[in-house]
């Protein structure tokens, strides 16, 4: 996927006036903001716990080498084959070789966000491979040709009638005149439509919320159940996975999953949270017969030892982006890449570097819902401070506010200078102000401000001046 | 090649060479001992409770329980579910003894198979390995009496679970499970293990929820009341 | 008009932080806080050679001029027992940020960190140090509260001024997503002028939906923000500073964006 990540600003400008978008996005976010506080709300541990995820996460992280090898490890032990990737053209080239080695025509998939990292659904069309996206979003998404908005509800930014839409355009061997009464109906098409492809597929593809060290297993959570059938059905199941995923018990995953879910869409817990460990095994009745895990680094073990090391803590539940009062007006596709909203802002630059993705930390307010939020209490704004400041660093910053910062910055040092600025500059304004009913409706210079607002005028006399007068008269 | 050049670029950036064979040794005890971390206070429940609370949160979930006092009720409650709603009376079931020893003659008109589910099967009947009443949460590990297909084909899915292994915590099912493939010289996790809450859904479209998605779309727990202390009327 | 806290074995010495935003555009919000203060029971006083907290910088990855600023702010502060400025934004920088400015240089952490400990916004320091419960100021009428992003979110300002205010005899009609961000974020409004102004409209729709004719705020940035686009929209709504509703200014001086 090309990034279109340095046009931000418009695609954002053009986000902010496609009817639909707002529609879907207007629906979304509220939703959103109420079950994780329900969710929350009923698991009064629920603050100690997210202590705990950031501390689980930390520690694993600190030997992650060893964490890795162990999981490694135990995946052969039970009769998985592991692949390490250093880059996305190692995983791309590791998913190729296990499909071509076992004849695959077509290959089921299940929601991964590697996936759209190393843009494998491509890849795969190029060698003759037919990739099917199976959880409803993504399949949704594969056939209108788009990438996901979101990362836990892909396509989250369309309505009812683009369903429609683009199923009565794909699904043509259906009739033409058939009539979608509800949602149910959608469901019930896209149902049947899959069924037929888990069947014929040879190889089902997986991300991984998790890999369990101690017992070498991958562990995925899905609603639909498609991600199951996707792992079972197969003759081959691939695990694409990065490098963080791994903790280092069950029962340190199960801390993690208390905080997934909760987080993500409110709910307690996922309706399905498999644990996947090697394939079949001689006795069993069904199941995979081989299992692979691409294991991708793809730049995250430089983020270690790096401001942006705690950002490797991330569990996707996208809490960050579901509150984010930036993402809930633009949409995630703004962002030009896979990963939007607060942890996109961080993780992006650092996958396809900051001169591409250097709007998206800058594209936020600070607000700091995000990190109140987050599961696992990752410092996003501070992170994306630490991209601005290297932005400024590498001159990457506007010269116009470059320029602006250093004026600025020279008066903010020297207070005499600083005060004389001030006082002239507020009465020029208040006077003119007053004469404009305590408010500009434009100023030179300010245009950005006054496009979408007046400008309030100041009162005339900064403090510092009628301190002082106060002061002399003894008013005070 | 590759995997030492992930490895090695991981302890660069932690800026330290191999781990020394102390700290290793620390980190295999943690594994070994797998400590429990907080266990929310909700599950920590007198028996009769914590099954209520496991009830209750199935049904939150959009599953449906029904109680029977022994393993013979099975087949007639299943006939009842399946006429209740008007669903076709062939079911495929796990080959786990405990199911396949079920009174079935009793009830000739369930035409019943045991083993793997197929995509043509409607109604498919799991034994279930744990309970967990935290969040109504069912444990099912894959493996020769537990096919994983039958927790996923068929649109009705039905798993028998006994009262006396509905445990509160998650954790309290690992055990279980630790317990009983410890002894084995394998890998401690069967193939497969599934923690199933509710049916399958999707709020994909329009980010409402709708029933059964790839999966089942009704799931219905029959517990077996077994543990005399876990009874409603118990203590 | 306050009651002297009976909580202060003696009288602090406070000094004001103003901030750049009420020097240049608001001073009375300035008045109002040093009125607040001394009639707490503070000595207070206002270093000249302050000027800014230096977040604009530090916010645009200007660690350079931040910590410039940030050593200017230590020289001219540390002497005194408490540092009380009346914005929240302000107030997390002094009270979180300024010491993470000098992480390479243990001398001057220490000192930011000591600083930052006796740093607080005006409201919270009023209720939550000096155990204020009421002002003498009465206020009657419905207003509804925007909560500013660093000061909820970093200070843990939520109903510290909803109690003053209580008390004065204002009725508080919350707003729908009081505690979301307005779209002022510094400079984020001007250089992402469309997002901004989107989010400040919502911001306003819900201001406008609980039908009170005021809306309050700690910070001035949030202010002009809201300000100017109630004033653009034609929203016949007040917008005021907390701190002057508190003081009990708002019979003499006119509401943000207002001449009357």
Known sequence: MLPTSPAFKENAARALQEERLQKALARTKPQFHTKRAKAVAALPEFEQIRDIGRDIKNHTLQFLDHYLETWAENVERAGGHVHWCPTAEDARAAVLAICQRVGARIVTKGKSMISEEIALNDYLERHGITPVETDLGEYILQLRHEPPSHIIGPAFHLNREDWEESFRKSHTDLPPDRVFRERRDILTEARTKLRERFLAADVGITGANFLIAETGTSVIVTNEGNGDLTQTLPRVHIVLASIEKVVPTLEDATNMLRLLARSATGQDFSVYTTFSTGPRRPEDPDGPEEYHVILLDNGRSSMLGSPFQDMLRCIRCAACMNHCPVYNVVGGHAYGWVYPGPMGAVLTPTLIGIDQAGHLPNASTFCGRCESVCPVRIPLPRMMRHWREREFERHLTPSFARTNLRLWGFFARHPGLYRLATRAGAALLGWLGKRRGGRFTALPLAGAWTRGRDFPAPEGETFFARYQRLERSHAL | ?235 | MLQASPNLAKTPRVALFVTCLVDFHRPSVGIAALRLLREAGCHVEVPRAQTCCGQPAYNSGDRATARELGRQIIETFSGYDYVIAPSGSCGGMLRHHLPTLFDDDPNLRARAEALADKCYELVSFLVDVLKIESVGARFSGKLTYHDSCSGLRELGIKDQPRKLLAAQGAEIVEMEDAEVCCGFGGTFCVKYPEISTRMVSDKTANIAATGAPLVLAGDLGCLLNIAGRLKREGRPIAARHVAEVLAGMTETLPPIGETR
């Open chain 2, 1 to 235: 090649m590759s995997r030492e050049l992930i490895l090695s670029s991981i302890r660069r950036h932690l800026r330290r060479g191999p781990l020394p064979p102390d700290h290793r040794l620390m980190l295999a005890a943690r594994l070994a001992q797998h400590p429990r971390h907080l266990i929310p206070a909700r599950s920590r429940l007198p028996r009769p409770e914590q099954i209520a609370l496991f009830i209750s949160q199935v049904e939150k979930e959009f599953g449906t329980v029904v109680r029977l006092s022994g393993l013979e009720d099975v087949p007639g409650a299943i006939a009842e579910y399946l006429a209740q709603h008007n669903l076709p009376t062939r079911l495929v079931a796990a080959p786990h003894p405990e199911i396949t020893a079920l009174p079935w003659g009793e009830r000739p008109l369930l035409e019943v198979r045991f083993g793997r589910a197929e995509p043509s099967d409607q109604v498919s009947l799991q034994h279930g390995f744990a309970g967990i009443a935290e969040t109504g949460t069912l444990m099912l590990p894959s493996g020769p009496e537990r096919p994983t297909t039958i927790n996923l084909l068929a649109d009705t899915a039905l798993v028998l679970l006994r009262a006396s292994r509905v445990v509160g915590a998650y954790e309290e099912a690992w055990d279980l499970l630790r317990a009983e493939r410890s002894g084995g010289n394998g890998p401690l996790m069967p193939r497969n293990v599934m923690l199933v809450t509710g049916p399958s859904r999707s709020a994909d479209i329009e980010q409402t929820l709708e029933l059964g998605a790839h999966g089942p779309r009704r799931l219905h727990v029959l517990l077996i009341d077994d543990d005399p202390a876990a009874k409603p009327d118990a203590g």
